[in-house]
């Protein structure tokens, strides 16, 4: 059974760093391009960066050198490190594979002074 789990969100002040974590069950990571999303307050879901196969990341422009992706063959699980937040990154953030599986429920990340 396809399972995608979040966690690791918060709340936290810009210019905080933050580790979320998305766990996979039915599934390889490795075997499949992984990408974090983020749905903001009122605003559609947004793509956010992608793992390739291969280890190469993408993201786009307004997280790019901040965020870091990377994954854990071993236990299953990609990663996003956020660095350097700042208060447009608030929003509920999800993980999914290349070809989109049944969304898990997220986790929220606040930033706020």
């Known amino acids: 059974q396809v399972q995608l789990v979040e966690s690791g969100g918060g709340l936290l002040k810009p210019g905080g760093s933050l580790r979320l974590s998305c766990k996979v069950s039915g599934f390889t990571v490795r075997r499949d391009a992984m990408s974090w999303y983020r749905q903001a307050p009122g605003e559609e879901r947004e793509w956010v960066g992608r793992i390739d196969r291969d280890g190469t990341t993408w993201f786009q422009g307004s997280v790019d050198r901040r965020f870091t992706i990377s994954r854990d063959n071993v236990k299953n699980m990609v990663y996003l490190q956020m660095n350097n937040l700042i208060p447009e990154d608030t929003a509920v953030y999800y993980c999914?594979?290349?070809?989109?599986?049944?969304w898990g429920q997220g986790t929220r990340v606040t930033v706020s002074s």
């Open positions: 999914n594979s290349a070809v989109l599986r049944p």
